[in-house]
């Protein structure tokens, strides 16, 4: 009885978390859905929201779409086009980089590994606020300003992060197996590419919803580097929904807006979520 | 197949710790060595710079009359069974077996195969090639069923023969194999032991093996080198290290249950004959077993007579006056065939193995007489540890029973 009585407590405690989590995403579902007069009282304070609209506005959806940018639906094609575009290379990037550096800190003898290993967590302590005008100023001098290279080429060139945990996972592949590969005939890059790389899947799944999600959300960094319209990334392209004063005036355009953008992280949670799980609980034990 | 020369081989770690000292080893073309001894004796180490996958610090190893110092392991021709079989996890036994072949093959490209007739048939060719060599070796070690599997799916047994398989598949000049055997029951160990051996003797390949289990190395070899402290210490048949040590160590490691060692002096009895003084135990030995010009000053050195267990025999004291030394049975192991006797002989514990019919009677607690087949004991010096040289073997009179 006391098992059924504790067991039904950790249910009840696990729902109400749930709900809590969930609640910032059912107010944004229930405005979007709104007519603009409804949301905008919900958001100025002036009115409540009920548990779902009386008379749900599901063309908000394309409107939103048509508004996004300052060209009717082009702006949105744009914006999809550049996230897709920046979030996919940059994970690319990031996997490959973060991957064989942390294969060469881990299996590779090589002088001065171990300080550069060093200096390489340093620089996760330096806040990415740090870096952001020293980096405009060299960017600028190589004339990228309003391209999508400073977003993507860094990510080329390894995540502090990333390389750590993929040193910790590679560490702890047996050295015979890398012994094995280099007798059977194969080089260290072809090493990390048929062996190395198949048994990291659980540190990659890790390593790719982590940089899918915040590549595909991140607003600062287009901000700072994309000025033009067509140049601009999905979270940047929400931000025309402000007026010039920074004002929001269609809230529920923004909402359905931004419901949009935040489906295709979802479904790569869903679809990797196996693997990340795993790939967390093994970095916790054995990290 | 290749012969293998090592010359003054040694390995050096952070400048002063010297784990292989000075090798000198000729392996023959077809030859099957064994290197063994206790852990941290350098045996693994010179294995991994014949492989190349330790660097050299002092010497030379050729491979088929080529010094290889500076060649990669993939150039070397060689192949290495790991202790912990080192199969990839995420590959299956037919892509394990076949993963060295893969590296070593010409028509590569599969989009070439689309457009060019040629390369898509020679392609073909050496894909069913391989396919070939995978599936013969694979019927060799008897696991042509499990070439589907996962290594996960497999047992200790079946994983030790996927590894050989993986060696085999690739033909190699060389066999190096770093005690594969260590992981495995000890009735699975015997019986791949047998299939090693038979495997060798079918190939007549060059195999260096190394081990620290002498009954192993003892039943593979066809010269066993024993190693201490990165120091070769004997090269020779098994039965040459087994009978004819050339110091205690090795005495003391080869051989189950370890040889009996006893201090005590020499001195000359009537007639030039050698005795051995030991707690007022003597001891008459063969005189013409020892070569004359190896023995120390007689009567002042210290040496260690050295008896191997089965050259003892106890037998129950049924009175008082024994001619022979007398010591208390302390414990009894029987194995079936043979039995183990300890016993306490003059404040020293020796050992006795004597076949289960010839001891029936002997019990724990039962004193003994001890009766020593002298024309196989061993002497050394005490000092140095260095046998005390034998007379050529046609000159001993050392008898098996």
Known sequence: ?287 | MASVQLRALSKTYGGNARVVRSVDLSIADGEFIVLVGPSGCGKSTTLRMIAGLEEISEGTVSIANRVVNAVAPKDRDIAMVFQNYALYPHLNVRQNLSFGLERRRTFKSRWRGLWDREYRTHRRTELAAIQGRVEKAARTLGIDSLLHRQPRELSGGQRQRVAVGRALVRDPAVFLFDEPLSNLDAHLRGAMRTELRILHRTLRATMVYVTHDQEEAMSLADRIVVMKDGVVQQVGTPAEVYSRPTNRFVAGFIGTPPMNMIEGRLAHATGGALTFHWNNIEIALPPDRWDPRSLPVVGEHAVTLGIRPERLSPTVVSGTGSATPTGRVVAVERYGATADFAIQLAGLLVIARVSSDACGAVQQGDEVALTIDTSSVHLFDSVSGEAIGLAAPGAATTTRR
């Open chain 1, 1 to 287: 009885m006391n098992r059924t009585l504790w067991r039904a407590f950790q249910y009840t405690l696990l729902v109400c978390g749930a709900l809590i989590m969930l609640l910032p995403l059912w107010w944004m579902l229930v405005v979007s859905l709104e007519t603009p007069e409804r949301a905008g009282a919900a958001v100025s304070g002036a009115g409540g929201l009920t548990l779902w609209p009386d008379s749900p506005q599901w063309m908000n959806y394309p409107l939103a779409l048509r508004e996004m940018g300052s060209v009717p639906w082009q702006g949105f094609q744009n914006a999809l086009a550049n996230s897709i575009v920046v979030t996919m290379l940059v994970v690319v990037g990031t996997v490959t980089s973060s991957s064989l550096v942390g294969f060469a800190f881990a299996r590779v003898r090589f002088r001065g590994s171990r300080p550069l290993f060093l200096i390489m967590l340093g620089t996760m302590m330096l806040p990415g606020q740090v870096t952001l005008i020293p980096l405009f100023i060299l960017f600028r001098s190589f004339g990228w300003i309003d391209s999508l290279l400073p977003l993507i080429i860094p990510a080329f060139f390894g995540n502090a992060f990333f390389i750590f945990m993929y040193r910790q996972f590679i560490g702890q592949i047996p050295e015979s197996l890398i012994e094995a590969a280099q007798v059977d005939g194969y080089t260290l890059l072809a090493i990390w590419w048929r062996i190395i790389l198949p048994l990291c899947k659980p540190v990659t799944a890790i390593c790719a919803v982590f940089t899918f999600i915040f590549v595909w959300n991140d607003f600062m960094g287009p901000l700072v580097y994309l000025h033009s319209d067509d140049q601009a990334t999905l979270a940047v392209a929400l931000n025309s929904f402000r007026n010039q004063y920074g004002g929001l005036e269609d809230v529920h355009l923004l909402m359905a807006a931004s419901l949009v953008t935040m489906v295709p992280c979802i479904l790569l949670f869903v679809s990797a979520q196996r693997q990340f799980i795993e790939g967390l609980a093994r970095g916790a034990v054995k990290g």
